[in-house]
T-cell receptor, first 112, second 115 residues
Framework: GQNIDQPTEMTATEGAIVQINCTYQ??????LFWYQQHAGEAPTFLSY????GLEEKGRFSSFLSRSKGYSYLLLKELQMKDSASYLC?????????????FGAGTQVVVTP | EAGVTQFPSHSVIEKGQTVTLRCDPI?????LYWYRRVMGKEIKFLLH????????ESGMPNNRFLAERTGGTYSTLKVQPAELEDSGVYFC?????????????FGSGTRLTVV
């Protein structure tokens, strides 16, 4: 079957680093994407990985290992505004990159 | 540029009634997607339009759901008749191309409650 797994919730202190892991089993793979979603708002794009390795964008970095079916999102220098749900999503079809399969999301709680 | 607009933002209807959700994509975005999040579950794909054509509707739950995109601009998603299990948040997203879902912009969603 097809599965995307990520932890339900993580708590971290302001200024710290948090790593959100995502493992996936899909029939195909085009790329893996991370979105941030604040309660009641639209998911917003953070990063994507197509090839193995680390992609860095400011305080956020994402890593991919296709052979292991594994990715992580690293959030550095946590700020209170980073409290949100983080969604891992995989594009696994060759005819439509836009069709994404999502994990259930990881709720990150940043404490003072 | 204006973002993806969805309305209504909330809708409460009785079981058996009809509801129509609307999505206005970003101007010039040929690709439009509908997704749904049922409470406690992950966001799931419903369908994908390229301009006015349905590229992929493999995620549509059943024939009570009808999506249209007249003229390749805005899209509507009609649920008729609504059932309790249709409750959830319906998201629309649009992109200019399909290669980079980084350019894939979501709307804020319509929260549908069927009572």
């Amino acid at each position: 079957g097809q599965n995307i797994d990520q932890p339900t919730e993580m708590t971290a202190t302001e200024g710290a680093i948090v790593q959100i892991n995502c493992t996936y089993q899909t029939s195909g793979f085009n790329g893996l994407f991370w979105y941030q979603q604040h309660a009641g708002e639209a998911p917003t794009f953070l990063s994507y990985n197509v090839l193995d390795g680390l992609e860095e964008k400011g305080r956020f970095s994402s890593f991919l290992s296709r052979s292991k079916g594994y990715s992580y999102l690293l959030l550095k220098e946590l700020q209170m505004k980073d409290s949100a749900s983080y969604l891992c999503a995989v594009s696994g079809t060759t005819d439509s990159w836009g069709k994404l399969q999502f994990g259930a999301g990881t709720q990150v709680v940043v404490t003072p | 540029e204006a973002g993806v607009t969805q309305f209504p933002s909330h809708s409460v209807i009785e079981k058996g009634q009809t509801v129509t959700l609307r999505c206005d994509p970003i101007s010039g975005h040929d690709n439009l997607y509908w997704y749904r999040r049922v409470m406690g579950k992950e966001i799931k794909f419903l369908l994908h339009f390229v301009k006015e054509s349905k590229q992929d509707e493999s995620g549509m739950p059943n024939n009570r759901f009808l999506a249209e995109r007249t003229g390749g601009t805005y899209s509507t998603l009609k649920v008729q008749p609504a059932e309790l299990e249709d409750s959830g948040v319906y998201f629309c997203a649009s992109s200019r191309g399909t290669v980079l879902p980084g350019g894939y912009t979501f709307g804020s969603g319509t929260r549908l409650t069927v009572v």
